[in-house]
Nanobody
Framework: VQLQASGGGLVQAGGSLRLSCVGS??????MGWFRQAPGKGRDFVGR???????YYADSVKGRFTISRDNAKNTVYLQMNNLTPEDTAVYFC????????????WGQGTQVTVSS
């Protein structure tokens, strides 16, 4: 399974970006987004199940939205009202049905928010 994330870039505070993650298979039950800021660990951002249920970290609720196009094997992360604290490398991940953890990871895409 391969995951390819894209869409990162440089944006001013208050701006928006949309990240995409294309998977090589439609078999993944759940897709997630994680991020890692410089010098910090990897944090959960949000996830979406195949039927479309979503869950978000408190820090992004109301600003970020995850959606999924199963026909295109693609998951999106719409990020609005970005702040410098959102600066990080963003990773997409996939979890197979029945697996307890995300076992498949993309390469990451850099998001930088300037103040």
């Amino acid at each position: 399974v391969q995951l390819q994330a894209s869409g990162g870039g440089l944006v001013q505070a208050g701006g928006s970006l949309r990240l995409s993650c294309v998977g090589s298979t439609s078999a993944l039950f759940e897709m997630g987004w994680f991020r890692q800021a410089p010098g910090k660990g990897r944090d959960f951002v949000g996830r979406i199940t195949r039927p479309g249920s979503t869950y978000y970290a408190d820090s992004v609720k109301g600003r970020f939205t995850i959606s999924r196009d199963n026909a295109k094997n693609t998951v999106y992360l719409q990020m609005n009202n970005l702040t410098p604290e959102d600066t990080a490398v963003y990773f997409c991940a996939g979890r197979s049905f029945g697996a307890s953890t995300f076992g498949y990871w993309g390469q990451g895409t850099q998001v930088t928010v300037s103040s």
